[in-house]
Nanobody, 126 residues
Framework: QVHLEESGGGLVQAGGSLRLSCAAS????????MGWFRQPPGKEREFVAA????????LSADSVKGRFIISRDNAKNTMYLQLNSLKPEDTAVYYC???????????????????WGQGTQVTVSG
């Protein structure tokens, strides 16, 4: 069982930045592909970004390309999401998730992830 805990959410003005963190309890962190998903108010959860076990490759949704940067520090069992040039439509609960790197299936599908955090709220005021 892997415990994931997000932090770093908050209220920010449009154009601002935030850095989200996802700390994992498992010392075998390097076995996992890590991903970020988000759920805007009244909408379904959607893929944001994912990162391979060694820090590459990375994959991002078109809506965040050029603005959000995913990274990880395996020595700290932590993944990050740098959110830049935030827009009101980025308002959502952001979740981190993990899946074994050997598991098949697209990184974009939440159904292929095994463990989830509780989420952290990001609110962007316009």
């Amino acid at each position: 069982q892997v415990h994931l805990e997000e932090s770093g959410g908050g209220l920010v003005q449009a154009g601002g930045s935030l850095r989200l963190s996802c700390a994992a309890s498992d010392s075998t962190f390097t076995r996992y592909i890590m991903g970020w998903f988000r759920q805007p108010p009244g909408k379904e959860r959607e893929f944001v970004a994912a990162i391979g076990w060694a820090g590459s490759p990375t994959l991002s949704a078109d809506s965040v390309k050029g603005r959000f940067i995913i990274s990880r520090d395996n020595a700290k069992n932590t993944m990050y999401l740098q959110l830049n040039s935030l827009k009101p439509e980025d308002t959502a609960v952001y979740y981190c998730a993990s899946r074994l790197s050997t598991r098949l299936g697209t990184w974009r599908s939440e159904g292929t992830y095994d463990y989830w955090g509780q989420g952290t709220q990001v609110t962007v005021s316009g």
